[in-house]
Every structure is written in structure tokens, then in C-alpha cells.
């Protein structure tokens, strides 16, 4: 399980958050950009510099994801591109995407995307304030805390189920 940060639009509050979650959880956490990514020194931190280019950060986060890992972006069509491969994924307000409301989230930024064309001015996202740092930093602690559980669970089946064999091998 890792974390793949869609690093190129991350508010630097969100990536300390995300810094800080990944040492403490020993979680990796790979932060994916077309530009440099300065990053504390630590094993669970790391930044991958891609080539310039549209979407060629989001190409290599889809390439790199897999069913137990999170995926934090505020781009819709790469959190349906990764929900499609297994990984889950939230927005850096800790919006969670799911398989049942990403359809309805891209046809809403396909519409807001028109309205945008064709010269009406939609605004843009309201800067983030303490309370969408806060939701944040809960979906991310939550969502480590349950995969750690999950983690724990399969160690101890498996170790369970290593001494039966034993057992039996010795019967």
C-alpha cells in the first residue's frame, strides 16, 4: 500500500500534512510532478519528476496505482482512471471519490468546462481554510488506520494458518 500524490497542483499544507501522516504511519507516500518536489530525506518519502507535458504526471500515477493504494487529487478524470484500476482515492479537501459518484462528478466538470468556452466566468474553488485542512487530514488518518487494520488482520491469518499446517505436518 502506498500514497501517489498528484503532486503538481498539491497545496504545500496539504503535502506537510501528507509528509508528516506517511513518516508516522511508515506508509510510502510517492509524490508524482512535472516539476522538482523538494521532500524532507526519509524512506517513506519520494518524488518522481516526469516529463513535461499534458497529463503526464496523471499517466504515470494510473500506471503506478494498484488496488490498495490511495491516490490524493483534485483531477476527476484521474481519480475515475485510478477508482477503475481498484485504488481508492480523495481530493485534497478529503473529498472521497467513489465508483457510484464519479460519473456524475465528471459530467459536472464537463459542464462547468463548456460553460468555461463559451466565456462565462464559473469561478474557481473557494482556497482552502482550517476546516478542509482538518477534513483532509481525518479521511487521510482514517483511511491509513483501516488499512493498517486490514494489514494486521492478514498477518495474523496468515501466521495462523502457517501453525496449523505445522501441526498437521507434525500429527
Known sequence: MKLLIDADACPVVIKEIICRAAQRTQTPAWFV???LISLAESP????????QGFDEADNEIVSLAET??????NDIPLAADVLAKGASAISMRGEKYSPDSIKAQLTMRDFMDTLRGSGSHTGGPAPLNH???QQFANKLDTFLQLTQQQTTKQQLSKQHFSKQQQSKRKS
Not at 517513506?44 to 516529463?51: F, S
Open 33 to 35: 510532478a512535472n516539476q
Open 44 to 51: 517513506w518519502l519520494r518524488a518522481i519528476r516526469v516529463a
Open 68 to 73: 490498495d493504494d490511495l491516490v490524493i487529487t
Open 131 to 133: 476546516s478542509d485542512r
